[in-house]
């Protein structure tokens, strides 16, 4: 049996991420992608991954579906926890990455003398809330100014156009923007943080592209600090099946379910659900039940960081 997919390309689901991450995990570890520099370290302690994701040029861009830039994601199932040491743990590697984006970005031997912090996102909807709850922790200084720009329905708004506006009225060194992100793997949803210096899309998460916040719209840099609440239905779909299919493999010696999808690729599985779950709910995104606590103590340990800059 051989998936036909849909009559219109328009029609397809992608199985989109934030996370460069993940985009190049679409490669195997040993295939170099040129243009795209990977490293990787681990804290036994805290059983945290640091990975950096380097795209050094347009091609590299291309073959990654992402902007050149560094993107740095700092992965540990603590991060979610309410655990005062393991946060600061935490911020400690957050705060130290910050500083390797400004340092690469506007010298080592400088400090931004105004920064502007924007938590993007929806304060009324806890999955989109890490970014104005993470800014009203923040600690307001002589060179520390911060705004939640909330959203389009809200203020009648684009976010890009509060943004810019203010930008063009204080002209800040720096911007740090905080969003909530979406992730293809359900492991990394709540565990994981991303920084990146290439900016971010508000709303690029459930496929509310607007302008990008970066340092060609806005002429100074944006790091981007995200964390992926939500996933889309149809990846638990998929990721569940590819779970059944492996342990039936473990246990029985004719796998049926297997043999079923022994012709399909990665994608058509995945378009296959899609295709079934989306006539019913259309477009879905899921995130835990705990969402809300899981918002405050990723908010503390965003801030904690920012706080010590």
């Known amino acids: 049996m051989k998936f036909k997919g849909f009559k219109n390309r328009e029609d397809r689901v992608d199985i989109y991420t934030d996370l460069a991450l993940e985009e190049r995990e679409k490669f195997k570890d040993n295939v170099e992608i040129d243009g795209v520099e990977l490293k990787k370290k681990y804290n036994d302690e805290l059983k945290m991954t640091t990975t950096l994701v380097n795209i050094k040029t347009e091609k ?11 993107y740095i994601t700092i992965e540990t199932k603590y991060a979610k926890e309410d655990d005062k040491y393991n946060q ?7 705060l130290k990455n910050i500083g390797h984006l400004i340092n690469a970005n506007i010298g080592k031997d400088k400090r931004p003398e105004a920064i502007l912090i924007v938590g993007l ?6 999955p989109d809330a890490i970014g104005p709850r993470t800014a009203s922790l923040v600690q307001i200084r002589k060179n ?7 959203v389009l329905a809200q203020t009648g708004m684009e976010t890009f156009s509060i943004v810019k506006g203010i930008v063009d009225e204080m002209k800040p060194d720096l911007i740090i923007a905080i969003d909530s992100l979406a992730a293809r793997n359900i492991s990394r949803v709540t565990t994981t943080i991303q920084l990146t210096d290439t900016g971010i899309i508000p709303g ?25 609440m939500v996933v889309h239905s149809v990846t638990i779909v998929n990721d569940t099946m590819d779970k059944l299919i492996y342990l039936l493999s473990q246990n029985m010696e004719n796998n049926c379910l297997q043999k079923v999808f022994e012709d399909f690729t ?3 599985k995945y378009q296959l659900f899609a295709e079934i779950m989306t006539e019913d709910i259309g477009q ?21 960081s920012i706080n010590r800059l």
Do not use: W
């Not at 600061?88 to 957050?94: A, F, P, Q, T, V």
């Not at 995130?287 to 965003?302: M, R, Y």
């Open 121 to 126: 996102g929806n304060a009324q909807a806890t």
């Open 266 to 268: 990665v994608e058509e």
């Open 204 to 228: 690029s998460g459930i496929g509310n592209n607007r302008e990008r916040l970066n340092r060609e719209n806005l002429g100074c840099t944006v790091i981007a600090i995200g964390v992926p």
């Open 284 to 304: 879905m995104f899921v995130t835990p039940k705990d969402v809300d606590e899981i918002v405050d103590n990723l908010s503390t340990i965003i801030a904690n």
């Open 88 to 94: 600061k743990k935490i911020s400690d590697e957050l």
């Open 60 to 70: 590299g861009a291309k073959v990654m579906g992402k902007p050149k830039g560094h």
């Open 144 to 150: 520390i100014y911060c705004i939640s720009p909330e």
